[in-house]
Structure formats: C-alpha cells, structure tokens
C-alpha cells in the first residue's frame, strides 16, 4: 500500500457586492459578506480539493479549473471537489481523509460545522473535517478582509 500527503490553500477577500453569498463548505450563511472570486469562492472546498490533488501528484485546482475560462464562472465548488475526487480515483488513488483549518473573524463556523462537514464528505467520498480558528485581529485575515483555510489530505493506492 502507497500512503501520500497533499497540503492545500487558499484565501479570498470579502466582497463589496451585497448580491454575493457566502460559501463555507458548500453552505450559505445567510446575512454574512460573500467572497471575491471566479466561482462561488468556497474557500474550504478549494484547500480541500488542492490537497487531494497535491497527494495524488495530480497539480493544483488552477490547472484544471482555471479562472480564466469562462465556463468555471460562478461553479458550485461542491462540485469541482466531487470531480476532484473523481481525478484522484481515475488516478488510482482512494482519499483517506482530509482536514480543513478555516482562519476568520467572522462567521462563527461551530454552529455550522456538522452540515459543512457533511457536505464535503459527501463530495469526497472519505471523512472532511472543519475546525475554526481567529487571527485574534493580526494580519489581514484578523482585520476581517478575508477568509483562509489550510487543508491537509491523505490518500492510498
């Protein structure tokens, strides 16, 4: 049996756009700011799926879905995680699990947590977990500017 570690990242602004929602882990938090970006910006997702990409040698989210191709614009991140999945299977890789640390100030991610949770495994097909942390005001990410997730994923052939 082959065991690989892949690390994902990723980071977004907050919007100024009152149209946009937020996405964390493929749920809507109502009445928060939504992020910058091509799709929706799920933050969470998008370290999810870097990592399982970096653990099956398979390159990074921008490779196969980039920002510059109009079919991407506003694709629900859920399913670019579930295609993510599906890569890494193809590859002859099976996701062990992966671990996603969000840093924000803001929402509060504990009430959420469980659905997140369930939503990203359910699109990877192997346990996600959610953990929440604060930048205790240092920085951009504790300036409320943004959001950022560090996400760590095993796989095995």
């Given at each position: ?114 659905e997140m949770c369930q939503r990203l495994s359910g699109a990877v097909g192997a346990p996600v977990t959610v953990k929440g942390n604060r930048a205790e005001g240092l920085g951009a990410i504790g300036r409320g500017e943004g959001i950022a997730c560090f996400a ?6």
């Amino acid at each position: 049996m082959t065991v690989r570690v892949g690390q994902g990242f990723d980071v977004h602004a907050f919007s100024d756009d009152p149209a946009r929602k937020l996405v964390l882990g493929g749920v809507v938090f109502d009445g928060e700011r939504g992020l910058v970006g091509h799709s929706d910006a799920d933050v969470i997702a998008h370290a999810c799926a870097d990592a399982l990409l970096g653990a099956a040698g398979l390159g990074d989210i921008g490779q196969h879905f980039p920002d510059t191709d109009p079919k991407w614009a506003g694709a629900d991140s859920i399913g670019l995680l579930s295609e993510v999945a599906r890569l890494v299977r193809e590859s002859g890789f099976e996701p062990g699990n992966v671990d996603a640390a969000v840093v924000c100030e803001r929402p509060k991610l504990a009430p959420r947590r469980d659905e997140m949770c369930q939503r990203l495994s359910g699109a990877v097909g192997a346990p996600v977990t959610v953990k929440g942390n604060r930048a205790e005001g240092l920085g951009a990410i504790g300036r409320g500017e943004g959001i950022a997730c560090f996400a760590v994923a095993v796989v095995e052939r």
